[in-house]
């Protein structure tokens, strides 16, 4: 957990993560992005959506609205199912998830996915596992609450005015399916991504920004024919953790996880774990959905979800194998990634993010040595902010000032001395290599856009 605290406390230090209404000593689970986590988990977004969306010849972005129709719910199954297992404490009145009680208590060796409420209860029982909370063990039975937030639509709350906040946002990717496939011309195989937010009402352990109520989901659904459906998650799994390498996650510390229990409409399932320093904890979800989701699609909406193979004149709803990431997850897991603590030889420890450079908040902060550089600073800093996120430091010593950018990330540093006046040439730092050469003003654009390459 020493990284962990270590982590947080400089996410709100540093501007990159604060408690959500911080002022009124906040909301549990929730939490706001500031100057520096904004522009780091919109690169990470945009790198997301470089890989499964432009580089991907047959995929679609799309961005459907978070309010669906109820219906959409009925058919997914989430009003019916979609629920944690929940009970009280008699003693402190605190809800807790047994499912949660029995991993912790069993740390990991009993799987409370394969179990029913009933023996949930016994294992509860028999093994007295105590309130976390009053450390009793005096528990209500086991009901099921449902995660979807619902709000009503209009100026009555009868219950047909009864909406929800969507709980993920794969089902506006399969309502779409037809929309996108005849205005597209798309031909089956071929994929639908979305980037949007998602809301669940979770009894959440804490654990930072790891699992909120409000979060973002970067998922993407393969629509494709029966019979290449286990090609293709394969290849999926594969491309998952690709992106992953990608963004500079070591292999050791990414692993593959496959479901224990598969829905029954399901040939498999796996998520790739990460080894966060809380442990080692899902990070994305890899699914063979089958053709389950079009298909409930059809029967609720009475609407045919059937796709027309132009080339064999066969009709078929297609499978689909679904890839889910949640935006605020993977930035965390970037974060904890990166950190680093490094001894320098003269005893400091500089802590230091190593985002790789196309995701850094800021690509370039801008030093001028004296303050009476600032003027040709500022103009190198206008310049240079037209092409990317560019920052600016004239307070304190030149060490404090690359400790600070060190510790946002930023990959290079770009000192203004007098020279600068003679010659129009800069000093630039690397962040990770400490590693210092001297460049014409006229090349930085350049020689910055090709460090930040991805
Ligand atoms: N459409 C499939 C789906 O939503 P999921 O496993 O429930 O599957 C997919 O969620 C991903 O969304 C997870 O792997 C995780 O990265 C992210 N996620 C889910 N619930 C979350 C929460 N409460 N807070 C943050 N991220 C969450």
Redesign the pocket.
Known sequence: MGNFDKIVNLCKNRGFIFPGSDIYDGLANTWDYGPVGVELKNNIKRAWWKKFVQEAHNSFGIDADIFMNSKVWEASGHTASFSDPKMDCKNCKTRHRADNLIEEYSKGKVNPDLMTNEEMEQYIKDNHINCPKCGKSDWTSIRNFNLMFSTSRGVTDESQNLIYLR????QGEFVNFLNVQRSMRAKVPFGIAQIGK?F?N?V?PGNF?????E?E?M?HQWFCKADTSLKYYEEFKKKAMDFLLSLGFKQEHLRYHDHDKLAHYAKAAC?IQYLYPIGWE????I?HRGDWDLSRHQEFSGKSMMYLDPYTNEKYIPNVV?Y???A???TLAVMCEAYDEEILDNGETRVVMHFHPAIAPYKVAILPLQKNLSEKAMEVYSNLSKHFMVTYDEAGSIGKRYRRQDEIGTPMCVTIDFDTLEDNTVTIRDRDTMEQIRIKINDLVNYVNEKIKY
């Open positions: 709980p993920e946002t794969a998602a669940r979770e959440t920004t790891f699992r909120t109520i979060f989901q998922e998520d899902e990070l994305n979800g699914h679904e889910s990431i949640g605020d997850r993977l």
